[in-house]
């Protein structure tokens, strides 16, 4: 699979793949009708629409040119030195092939003046945080509401560039 930037026709198949791969990664912690509803809420193509355009972000997909097997969304945050990646998901049937650290390598090259790349991932998911933790991550804290106003908690990890 090659990562490159997504466009507007990706939106479909993106919004699919979030869609089975929070099922598959968060049903047993969060129950299937709350996934549905944060997946058509987090995920709906609407929201996905808007990331798209976003000011000093990147959304990434891999791609074989049959399928995506996976996502990436980054933007700066109010300090250019940091940047949040928002997403990365990669299709459970894709998963331990290399594409989540495609990836992440393109999001860190996106950003080439940022010093530190901040995410909030569940506690919960220990492969998610193993993965992130191979690659330079280290804790940072926690919050009460991932990804803004979700009211779920999260744990923040952290990696310094550069």
Request: hydrophobic content about 45%; overall charge negative.
């Amino acid at each position: 699979m090659f990562v490159r930037t997504a466009s507007e026709r990706d939106l479909v198949a993106v919004h699919a793949l979030l869609v089975e791969t929070w099922h598959a990664t968060y049903d047993a912690i969060y129950g299937a009708e709350r996934v549905t509803a944060i997946t058509d809420d987090w995920h709906s193509i609407a929201s996905l629409k808007a990331r798209l355009t976003r000011p000093n972000s990147e959304f990434l997909v891999a791609d074989d040119g049959r399928r995506l097997g996976g996502m990436a969304f980054a933007a700066a945050t109010t300090d250019p030195k940091i940047v949040l990646l928002n997403q990365l998901y990669v299709h459970p049937a894709c998963q331990r092939q290399g594409i989540g650290q495609s990836l992440l390598d393109e999001v860190e090259a996106s950003f080439p003046e940022m010093d530190t790349l901040r995410l909030e991932v569940e506690e919960a998911n220990a492969v998610a945080i193993a993965f992130y933790e191979a690659n330079g991550f280290r804790p940072a804290g926690r919050t009460a509401n991932c990804g803004g106003n979700s009211g779920l908690p999260a744990l923040i990890m952290e990696k310094q560039l550069g």
